[in-house]
């Protein structure tokens, strides 16, 4: 499983949006997305990918990283592997 993070998107710009996108630049549909709670770079989501690895992400992320959308320029990140819970 790999993790993608989305910062600085747009308002309004809903999980259908983010979808349409990242499928016009070549992703994957992702499986899971978990919305963030705005912070000082914006608004922010992390979408999980079950079947992609890593490195993948990796090749595809400067596609879109610095893109001019609506109004806002989003950064996207590969987000480092989960770690285990500690016991």
Known sequence: MARLWLNNLPPNFGEDDIAALLEKYGFPPFDHLEQMPENAQGRAAVLSFDEIDEELLQRLQPRVNDLYVDGQTIRVLVAP?????PR
């Open 81 to 85: 592997p989960q770690r285990p819970e």
